[in-house]
């Protein structure tokens, strides 16, 4: 039996983890803190598409594959372990001001030279959908295709499906990747996966993120992802079974994970100027994590070396792309490459920030 190590047990490295099992190897997690990372800080937003921006023909063409793996992926993930993880079906990204409406009628018109019809709201189209939104909102964006994940029921149901198909999961570090004993590994680490693997282009980007409980007698959460700018900084708003989360800042701050007056203050602000009923919400929760990010907002997925494959640097959008990536990972441990993978190849990268060999 083929042996695999996957270093990192966030929800990349466990949705790994699972299909390799599947595929036949015998499976070992390694992670000091399982599910503790950026993953269990998550927003759990697939929005590829009301993300993109002209010129991002390449984010957009594997956001869009990972978003097309998710259904099978979330169905396969109940069948086996009964735990439902979507908690929204649409995507509705608005504008405030003229400049904004502008720019989600240009995101619209790129993504149409994709096939991707997004449907472009006024006002009155936006209040009808969402009533509670502020009346300030002038325009609206919506991405019919673009549901959400509760994040935590992600990592719940990942650790049960690994739990099922044999994956030994040990709460330790590793250290250097070439003592490890196993056949082949998968490196992902996340934002930690440059220490060992010096080089590897994959940093740390805080983010902090706000979880909101309804109380008795409040406004109930929007049923769509809400997204919006205000005052130039990316807000938005994920309904969850009880409240919303709200995120998220997005800092070059190395692994500083404390969260900031400042940080909740600019959420919390930014929140209520598009969902005026917030401020009735009990603030539940105030988490940072470090997502992993890489140059060019695509991960790095595929082999280091004859022996290492990455499957890593997500970035914000890790939980959109985890199951496409696992989905992947099995053919690439068989030396297989399709086309989409190609597109996050680290071999992107000069080679001398892939070839440290694994050693520290």
Request: net charge negative.
């Amino acid at each position: 039996m083929r042996t695999l190590a996957v270093v990192g047990g966030g929800a990349v490295g466990l949705a790994v983890a699972w299909q390799a099992a599947e595929a036949g190897w015998t499976v070992t997690v390694f992670d000091p803190a399982p599910g503790s990372g950026a993953s269990f800080v998550a927003g759990g937003m697939l929005a590829p598409l009301s993300e993109g921006w002209p010129g991002e023909d390449r984010v957009l063409a594997f956001g869009a594959a990972a978003l097309a793996a998710w259904p099978a992926f979330a169905e396969r993930l109940r069948a086996i372990t009964g735990e439902s993880v979507f908690v929204a079906d649409e995507t509705l990204t608005v504008a405030l001001d003229g400049a904004d409406a502008a720019d989600l009628r240009t995101v619209a018109d790129w993504l149409a030279g994709f096939g991707h019809e997004l449907s472009v709201l006024d006002r009155a189209g936006v209040r009808a959908l969402e009533p509670a939104l502020a009346r300030t909102v002038r325009a609206g964006l919506l991405a019919t295709t673009e549901p959400a994940v509760d994040n935590r029921r992600v990592l719940t149901a990942l650790r049960a499906a690994c739990a099922g198909a044999g994956v030994e999961i040990r709460a330790a570090a590793v250290t250097a990747l070439a003592e490890l004993p196993h056949d082949r590994v998968v490196l992902a680490a996340g934002a930690r996966s440059a220490d060992l693997w010096p080089g590897l282009p994959v940093r740390p980007v805080k983010g902090e993120i706000l979880r909101l409980r309804q109380r008795p007698g409040v406004s109930p959460a929007p049923s769509r992802v809400i997204r919006a700018r205000v005052h130039g900084r990316q807000v938005y708003l994920v309904p969850r079974a009880d409240g919303i989360v709200v995120g998220a800042t997005q800092y070059e701050a190395g692994f500083d994970t404390a969260v900031t007056v400042g940080g909740v203050r600019d959420l919390i602000a930014d929140a209520e100027a598009i969902l005026p009923g917030i401020a009735e919400y009990e603030l539940a929760e105030a988490n940072a994590g470090s997502r992993p990010g890489t140059p060019d907002n695509l991960p790095l997925l595929g082999a280091l070396d004859d022996r290492v494959v990455a499957a890593t640097g997500h970035g914000r959008n890790g939980m959109l792309t985890l199951a496409l990536t696992a989905t992947l990972v099995p053919g690439l441990l068989d030396d297989e490459s399709p086309a989409i993978a190609e597109i996050a190849s680290p071999q992107r990268f000069p080679a001398l920030q892939l070839s440290p060999g694994g050693v520290r």
